[in-house]
């Protein structure tokens, strides 16, 4: 079965927060009186006449005009560059980690937005054993663990850069042609959680993971997918029988060959990662040619912008079926780039809304794509063997097949990115 990687390098899954930008905090001056001057003095300030509770150096000050609170003197050690750290005071009084405002056991907002007065005015900041208490004007008390609020504070340009290992990972590009992944061991995977986070990780940055030793029995994949997340159901079940069946309700269950395909892109969310465990195989499987290579700007474009159809009607000893959605071939990301592929010869309606003029350029432009996707210089052959198995993300790594005869058994699976990465997440300890 052969597999391709993705053809431009995928976007960061970089968490962009997007806030106003405040204007600079003016330079504290003391003064009681919140509607007043520039700033609000707190009771932590080492101005002049005033007396420090807190540390030495540690001081809180407040302009009002521009509604912000400034901490100096408390970034961490590892904060190096950051002298002063500031805080929106809409964004205090919409965090605010008292027990009324925040839930602690699920680690939740409380405050309903029903309740929250984003001009809500500051009597008092106080800091004290390691927290920021403020005293709002209608009365209500909050108070911030520092260490909380070091990794939250804003920037001219936003917040804090979020931590990347949150991210998924960007890809790496499979650079040495032809890319052959280690097998990973199947058992250790199923036993030590420290072989199933590189199993995670492995499939964050190369969009393809192998396993062996993983055996043959049919129920394996369920297991698997268990240990990382859910299974993602679907009109073809939880756990997918890849095999010859008499009326087929789809070319998968036929031994003919399937050209390079993301599978289901007729769902809105088309599933994110892919599993087939190969049971049973008695005859080679060779493998499709794939490529890193880039469609020239102009077909890329039009696979970019032009919707294509693609549908799922059909009836199988489950249910009757009809799933319908568009997308184009490779949508993209924010950045501009290939966020996801969205491709099945099989699966491409015949319905096809574009109009009159663009239709011999789309299919001259689909055409190109699938040729680049078989040029023999980077392609990844392989037949599995019984007990090995393929892991791999559906929307960046194409998926082919070629006719075989004889017994072939493989089961099949999906699972969402949002609940894999919640695993990796967890067994990191995030
Ligand atoms: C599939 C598929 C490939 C194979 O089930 O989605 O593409 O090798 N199968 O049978
Ligand atoms: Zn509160
Ligand atoms: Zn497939």
Known sequence: MPLMPLLRRL???????????????????????????KSLSTSATTGPSAQPTSPAGLQATVDVDSRVLTLHGAAADDQAGVA??????????????????????????QLLMNDFDPTAALTEATVEAG???????????????????RARHFTEDGQVPPDLRLSKSIPRLWRDWPFRPDFLDGQAVMSDDAAL????????????????NFGTDEDSLSRLCHRVAYPRRTHYGVIFRVESKPGPSNLAYTTGRLGFHTDLPYFEHQPDIQLLHCIRQTRTVPGGENTAAR??????HLLATALTNFRDRNSDDLDKFHLLQRHPVLELGRG???????????????????????????YEALKEFNDLLYDPGHSLQLRLKDGQLAVFENGRVLHSRTAYQGERLFMGAYLSWDETLSRRRVLQGL
Do not use: K, M
Not at 13 to 37: E, G, N
Not at 92 to 107: A, F, G, I, T, W
Not at 197 to 212: T, Y
């Open 295 to 300: 469609p020239p700007p102009e077909q890329f």
């Open 84 to 109: 002063t750290l500031n805080f929106p005071l809409a964004w205090l009084r919409d965090n605010c980690r008292c027990s009324l405002c925040h839930n602690s056991n699920s680690d939740s907002r």
């Open 336 to 362: 501009g780039q290939v966020r996801r592929i969205h491709l099945s010869n099989q699966q491409r309606d015949s319905v096809l809304r574009l109009p009159l003029g663009r239709v011999q350029a789309y």
């Open 11 to 37: 976007p960061a899954a970089a968490l962009q927060l997007r806030f106003l930008q405040l204007p600079q905090a003016a330079p504290a001056v003391a003064a009681s009186a919140r509607h007043q001057r």
């Open 197 to 212: 986070l590189e199993l995670l990780q492995r499939l964050e940055l190369d969009g393809l993971v192998l396993l062996d």
């Open 131 to 149: 927290q920021l208490q403020l005293l709002w004007a209608d009365g209500h008390r909050g108070c911030y663990p520092l260490d909380w609020l």
